[in-house]
């Protein structure tokens, strides 16, 4: 073995016994119920809890309760606690062999953690007693005890008789006692040890009870405060339904503990378990590796990060001892651990190996733009500071997306300084309207469309205070301009801005949709610009392919901020989406080519002209041709690289290194502290896309480069997880241009479009941010009845689709339900053999661990209501997002596969082939370890679905991986007329005897 392996092993194996300690010690749910109220008679509220799983999961190892009595555990001892103050958010702990009036005693020593989430309060007055002559805190030049009214409390504690119990007589002088005055605003890992400050014992006084000369009422014990950062509205909403906060799992996410026997990730009002949600709060785990802190902030579905950074840690960690002394300077340590290129991708390899190994459960993730607190941003305008962008002017040649050069320099840079890009280029309050509760005090109002670190391309930027960045942008109706922060993103600091940037016709109308019409001849092309019905008439002028040109009238749709339900798409997220352009193109002929452009008419006469596109009509239904579909779900905005970031001063890129398919860039930051963070781009490196779907940019190419062998998409839900950014959702529409553009582009909706507290939604997380739908029922046209109801049915040739809104309840007796079946009845199987349905939600099957979690194996309500009408009406194969991987079940009816084959089905399928397709590209969702009897196939991995009818009685179906495009699980499909109507389980039609 080279020597230079042995450190990488090493590192592995660490990290691998690491990794297993964690899996061993995963929290269950606590049982039903075990999160009390109460602890004695002392009230109990998040963050603490009364035991494991309970609470705030930084609060559980400090805080449990033990035979009615609470308790807080730190270095030195386990402590009860006599009172919790919720309005100060402090507690008084009481160690037994603290001295008091009555009772003085020798004592031990108290600490706190360093990574505790308290700190002593300034309430206190700690008291040393029975201090030997030689004591350092007599020490005069250190000064450490308080003179004047330190005496006096000095004198009153040696004026009890229990001073006898520290072998002093009452009254002694007063000179073996110090009033300490250093604990004051240590915070945590502050530690009062007895030994080193040669004293027998201390106190800790909180309170004079109204009488300063009467010690016998003064009020003994140690006042913590306690970080009150940790309230969120998720655990608002989940003690308003009566259960109580708490956590489970290898991440430690959150988990509302209900009283009724059913634990929820959301509330406890039975609206049930929801795999996905927004977490505003915030869940920090805070390790110590090497003496140096890490805080590990992670938003609960973004369970990818935290182990991570934990891993990489501990990577560092273990470097750090084996080459280091911890009496070295940083400087030194740095140099040392990182002194070669060729360690430094050792360890960084040794990282990417343990995460591979790790494969952690990854559902969804924050939105990157919400970890900026614009709304916190002040000014630190500086004259020497500048940022200059190029050129000014975007679009000349009529492109829609052009790159930018942002130099910038500032005479104080910091690693965490970073460059924000907005639209319209005069983001000051001033501009926010009145009803925007974040007017005042905020100086800014409107988060930035994307953002990117000063040091991203320029890893000297601390240094030299100069940087500069490549951006893309795309025509979003508005100018551009780009600010310089300093401040990190919490709290920004606005030091300067640059010149404005805009493409020469900021109102052009860009990035074409098509979608099915509610007639099978008839297409729609939905489009944006900045041209209102008072300024331009928007039309389509198209012709069939070498025919002559017609137009079509567009209706114009547009809405504001009052549209929105809450925040951030009402407050920081909010910006105006333009308007948004509908034409019906009529009276196709079937599967004809037509070419096409978007103009607005200007009352001026003038006319403004898009690129020219073209498309197919769809077939005749029941037309017996070629007909290719691709199906995915939950795909998202595009990413290109993920960046590790670490904070080590030292300039260090290290080159690409491409483990499984993706870049992983490592730039660097600042010191002290190890600082890992994933990020994942787009383009141009910037943070703005979702830090979680890494597959989304190559779902997108592998659906451009088969374009030509695709007739029609459906995006199955969680669109473009804008997450109430509404910026997102114009970059969204720009990647997908090229698809969209050419074929049939058809949603459903998804939780990240649709959910809402209050709204009628049938889940009531906020995994929309505050869109409540209309964003996705605007954006995008589906021939729905009202798009507010998002089921709608579509025909495509011999295929029937009907597609269902799992964001709206869909049980028997609903409007939705008379809908599904009325969709999967009313179909002429002779003609339209394939009956497909599609829903965002997994209401068939599904072996995700989360859902294994709950027992239901699919959403809960979602088989139960609906097994029957699949089975009745013999569909297919049902698909369905949501899940972030892919999995096949058999042909199924009621848990038992009615059918053993695995690949090639013939004749009567006798139950319904279910399918989760939702790898689109949002970071992936693990499987159960559980060997689900149903499951044929499961792929922890990015990619869609793509059935091809050869004809009405042969249909493939494959799936295919985002990574290559190529097919990694198939099945066909043949069968005749008369295997539809072949009677089977449940789905047999009334005979007679009669003749
Ligand atoms: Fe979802």
């Known amino acids: 073995m080279s020597p230079a392996l042995s450190p990488l092993l090493f590192i592995n194996i660490v990290l691998f016994l690491f990794f297993l300690h964690t899996v061993s010690s995963v929290p269950a749910y606590p049982v039903n119920g075990t999160c009390r109220d109460t602890c004695g008679t002392i009230s109990v509220k998040f963050p603490f809890g009364t035991g494991s799983g309970c609470g705030h999961p930084d609060f559980a190892r400090y805080i449990k309760c033990n035979s009615e009595s609470l308790e807080f555990s730190t270095g030195t001892g386990i402590y009860s606690i006599s009172s919790i103050d919720y309005t100060s958010n402090s507690i008084i702990v009481t160690d037994p062999f603290m001295s008091t009036c009555s009772s003085m005693q020798n004592s031990g020593s108290f600490s706190l953690d360093r990574a505790s989430p308290f700190s002593i309060t300034e309430d206190n007055i700690i008291v040393l007693l029975g201090c030997s002559g030689t004591s350092p805190v007599f020490d005069a030049d250190e000064d450490l005890c308080a003179t004047g009214s330190g005496s006096r409390v000095c004198r009153g504690l040696y004026s009890c008789k229990g001073v006898s119990g520290i072998g002093l007589q009452q009254n002694a002088p007063a000179s073996s006692c110090c009033v300490y005055d250093s604990p004051t605003g240590l915070g945590s890992g502050y530690a009062l040890d007895l030994p080193k400050l040669q004293c027998s014992s201390y106190t800790s006084i909180y309170g004079f009870g109204g009488n300063e000369g009467d010690p016998m009422k003064w009020k003994f014990g140690i006042s913590l405060q306690y970080n009150d950062s940790y309230t969120s509205d998720a655990c608002n909403d989940c003690e308003n339904s009566g259960g109580s906060c708490g956590f489970t799992g290898l991440d430690e996410s959150f988990a509302c503990i209900c009283r009724n026997g059913r634990n929820s990730t959301t509330n406890c009002f039975g609206i049930g378990y929801a795999l996905s949600g927004t977490w505003g709060p915030k869940v920090q785990i805070k390790l110590n590796p090497a003496g140096n802190s890490l805080k590990c902030n992670s938003i609960k579905k973004d369970r990818i990060r935290c182990p991570v950074a934990v891993a990489v840690a501990v990577a560092v960690a273990v470097i750090s001892s084996l080459v280091d002394d911890d009496t070295l300077y940083l400087k030194q340590r740095r140099y040392k651990i990182f002194g070669g290129m060729r360690e430094l991708r050792l360890i960084f390899l040794g990282v990417l190996l343990v995460l591979a190994t790790l494969q952690v459960a990854s559902s969804h993730g924050d939105q990157p733009l919400s970890r900026i607190a614009i709304q916190k941003a ?65 100086l800014l109002c409107s988060a930035p469309i994307k953002f990117q670190y000063a040091n991203y391309s320029s890893p000297r930027y601390k240094s030299t205070g100069k940087g500069w960045l490549k951006l893309q942008l795309i025509n979003q109706r508005s100018d551009f301009s780009f600010a310089l922060f300093s401040g990190g993103l919490l709290n920004p600091k606005l030091v300067a801005v640059s010149n404005k940037v805009a493409f020469t016709n900021p109102n052009a109308p860009v990035y074409p949709r098509l979608a099915q019409g509610k007639l099978w001849n008839e297409m729609t ?164 896309y979702n830090n979680f779907q890494r597959g989304s940019l190559n779902t997108t190419k592998q659906l451009i480069q088969d374009l030509k062998n695709t007739d029609i998409v459906f995006h199955i839900g969680d669109i473009c997880y804008a997450n109430g950014y509404l910026s997102q959702w114009d970059q969204f529409t720009a990647q997908i241009e090229p698809i969209a553009s050419t074929v049939p582009y058809m949603i459903a909706s998804g939780n990240h479009e649709r959910d809402w507290p209050g709204t009628g939604s049938f889940y009531g997380n906020m995994d929309s941010g505050g869109e409540c739908g209309v964003l996705a029922e605007t954006m995008f046209y589906v021939p729905a009845e009202n798009r507010a109801k998002f089921w709608y049915s579509t025909d495509y040739g011999m295929f029937r689709f009907c597609i269902a809104d799992t964001e709206h309840d869909w049980r028997e007796g609903t409007e939705q339900y008379k809908f599904i079946e009325h969709c999967l009845a009313s179909v002429d199987r002779q003609k339209q053999p394939w009956l497909i349905f599609l829903a965002h939600r997994v209401l068939g099957y599904s072996s995700g661990i989360s859902y294994a979690v709950e027992g239901s194996f699919a959403e809960p309500m979602g088989r139960e209501s609906l097994q029957k009408l699949w089975q009745k009406y013999k569909v297919d194969i ?118």
């Not at 590209?921 to 009897?933: C, N, P």
Request: a negative charge; charged letters at 20%; hydrophobic letters at 35%.
């Open 525 to 688: 092309v939905t489009w944006t610009s900045g041209y209102g019905i008072n300024e331009a008439e928007p039309f389509v002028e198209w012709a069939p392919k070498g025919g002559d040109p017609m137009r079509s009238p567009a209706g114009t749709l547009t809405f504001d901020r009052s549209s929105m339900c809450g925040a951030p798409a009402r407050t920081v997220g909010w910006r105006d989406p333009g308007y948004i352009h509908t034409s019906f193109l009529k009276e196709l002929w079937p599967n004809a080519v037509y070419t096409y452009k978007l103009g607005h008419k200007l009352f001026n006469g003038t006319y403004i002209w898009s690129p020219e596109y073209n498309f197919r009509a769809s077939p005749y239904p029941g037309q017996n041709s070629l007909q290719r579909v691709v199906i995915f779900g939950d795909m998202g905005k595009v990413c290109q690289n993920i960046l590790i970031r670490s904070n080590l001063s030292t300039a260090l890129i290290v080159e690409d290194i491409i483990v499984s398919g993706y870049v992983l860039c490592v730039s660097t930051l600042p010191y002290v502290s190890l600082f890992i963070d994933i990020l994942q781009d787009e383009a141009d490196g910037s943070n703005e």
């Open 378 to 442: 002040t000014f630190a305008l500086n004259d020497l500071a500048y940022v200059k962008a190029s050129p000014s002017i975007l679009g000349s040649s009529g492109r829609n997306s052009e790159w930018v050069t942002v130099e910038f320099s500032s005479p104080t840079p910091s690693v965490d300084d970073w460059i924000g890009v907005f639209s319209p280029s005069n983001f000051s309050a001033s501009t926010c309207s009145a009803d925007n509760p974040r007017v005042y005090p905020p």
């Open 878 to 995: 049902a698909i369905y997002g949501h899940v972030h991987n892919y999995e096949r079940i058999c042909p199924v009816y009621q848990h038992i596969c009615t059918n053993e084959e695995k690949h090639y089905y013939k004749g009567t399928l006798n139950g319904t082939i279910h399918v989760v397709a939702g790898g689109g590209g949002a970071s992936l969702s693990e499987f159960t370890t559980l060997q689900t009897a149903w499951s044929l196939y499961k792929d922890y991995d990015y990619g869609f679905v793509k059935l091809t009818a050869f004809d009405h009685s042969n249909l493939l179906f494959e799936y295919k991986k985002s990574r290559d495009g190529k097919v990694y699980d198939s099945f066909r499909i043949s069968r005749d007329y008369r295997d539809i109507l072949a009677c089977t389980v449940d789905s047999c039609p009334s005979t007679t005897l009669a003749s």
